[in-house]
């Protein structure tokens, strides 16, 4: 079955505690994304990547990194995470293609709390 | 900058009462436009791909069409499992991301 799969699903973590949260797909695809959904705001890109070890940043980079060691595979690490990082986040990944735009496969999400 | 509206945040329907969700789009030049169905807790899920003005797609009760300033989604006789938030994102030409709205969120009472 084709998936994205995110882990871990819910986390609570204190101000200043490293984390990561793993993303993983079986599909093959080169493009993978982190989005950031708050509530009013939708859904926000943070970091892609179009293929191994090729990362950028999108709209709101601020406070996070990221790597593309494999293609199936692209984490996402909050070296010193702050309570206004408390959001709902999701990994994203998709052929990326010259010519038109293809649809992204979304994980099912983590749930993070910074306190 | 691009951006993405979307309207009504919430919608209300009987089972059987169609009705239509407004996405008005501003994008240098659209390289295409998404809708994505997302149940509480859930990822959003694939619908539509639209590409350029006057394309329109069906799935089901479920039929979204484009214009140059925005798209619809025509949902025909609801069931109450269609109840759910609706999103649409633009990826304009040249970049990556998808800039995506707010969302709608529909209820469908039996």
């Known amino acids: 079955e084709a998936q994205v799969t995110q882990n871990p699903r819910y986390l609570i973590t204190v101000t200043g505690k490293k984390l990561t949260v793993t993303c993983s797909q079986n599909?093959?695809?080169?493009?993978m994304s982190w989005y950031r959904q708050d509530p009013g705001l939708g859904l926000r890109q943070i970091y892609y990547?179009?293929?191994?070890?090729?990362?950028d940043k999108g709209d709101v980079p601020e406070g996070y990194k990221v790597s593309r060691k494999e293609k199936r595979n692209f984490p996402l690490i909050l070296e010193s995470p702050s309570p206004n990082q408390t959001s709902l986040y999701f990994c994203?990944?998709?052929?990326?293609?010259?010519?038109?735009?293809?649809?992204?496969?979304f994980g099912q999400g983590t749930r993070l709390t910074v306190v | 900058e691009d951006q993405v509206t979307q309207s009504p945040e919430a919608l209300r329907l009987q089972e059987g009462e169609s009705s239509s969700l407004n996405c008005s789009y501003t994008?240098?030049?659209?390289?295409?436009l998404f809708w994505y169905r997302q149940d509480p807790g859930k990822g959003p899920e694939f619908l539509f791909t639209?590409?350029?003005a006057g394309e329109e797609k069906e799935k089901e009760r479920l039929k979204a069409t484009l214009t140059k300033k925005e798209s619809f989604l025509h949902i025909t006789a609801p069931k109450p499992e269609d109840s759910a938030t609706y999103l649409c994102?633009?990826?304009?030409?040249?970049?990556?991301?998808?800039?995506f709205g707010s969302g709608t969120r529909l209820q469908v009472q039996p």
């Open positions: 994203a990944s998709s052929l990326a293609p010259q010519g038109r735009s293809t649809e992204a496969f």
């Open positions: 599909m093959n695809h080169e493009y």
């Open positions: 990547s179009m293929n191994v070890e090729v990362t």
């Open positions: 994008v240098s030049g659209l390289r295409g």
């Open positions: 639209l590409y350029s």
């Open positions: 994102a633009v990826q304009a030409t040249g970049r990556r991301a998808l800039t």
